[in-house]
């Protein structure tokens, strides 16, 4: 121990201390930034695949009856619908509007992609779940239009 100003000093602790002040910092890490990162980030994934799939329909048909093994539904109606949801959730991500919901069907969509399709690609699968867990339990934050929508709905009260 020192002594600084008359008081003793622990030189041994400011390796604590600075960890404590560094997570206090990361505590003020505001939700709607956390919520907003990943929206862009789901949707950039989801749109880069539409895009993909739209890009050579004739592949994706192939794809969808040769490759992906969709259980219960007819590979055209599988590819249809996947590309359905590809083209819709990233704008309300974006826009952060029924954040949840999307979450949630595109939480199901990952699940048939995990279960069914590429098994071995769960490290990335595993990130997206991770994304869309987060929106599903604590919603698209206050940059949103659901936030917009809540303090409208509230007001109107």
Same mark, same amino acid.
């Not at 956390?34 to 192939?62: E, G, P």
């Not at 699968?125 to 239009?145: D, E, F, N, P, T």
């Given at each position: 121990m020192s002594m600084a100003a008359g008081k003793p000093v622990n030189v041994e602790n400011w390796p604590v201390? %600075? @960890?404590?002040?560094?997570? &206090?910092?990361?505590?003020?890490?505001?939700? $709607? %930034? @956390?919520?907003?990162?990943? &929206?862009?980030?789901?949707?950039?994934?989801? $749109?880069?695949?539409?895009?993909?799939?739209?890009?050579?329909?004739?592949?994706?048909?192939?794809?969808?009856?040769?490759t992906y093994q969709v259980p219960l539904l007819p590979p055209d109606l599988a590819a249809y619908l996947a590309v359905t949801m590809e083209l819709v959730t990233p704008p309300l991500l974006v826009l952060g509007l029924a954040t949840r919901f999307t979450a949630l069907a595109l939480f199901g969509m990952t699940l048939v992609i995990e279960v069914f399709v590429f098994p071995e690609a769960w490290p990335t699968?595993?990130?997206?779940?991770?994304?869309?867990?987060?929106?599903?339990?604590?919603?698209?934050?206050?940059?949103?239009?659901d936030a917009l929508i809540q303090r409208w709905v509230k007001r109107s009260a």
């Open positions: 201390k %600075l @960890i404590g002040t560094i997570i &206090r910092l990361f505590d003020h890490i505001p939700y $709607w %930034l @956390i919520a907003l990162t990943a &929206r862009v980030a789901l949707a950039q994934v989801f $749109w880069s695949s539409a895009q993909s799939h739209l890009a050579n329909w004739d592949t994706t048909l192939y794809m969808f009856g040769e699968h595993i990130q997206w779940a991770a994304m869309q867990l987060i929106l599903m339990g604590r919603g698209a934050g206050s940059l949103s239009l």
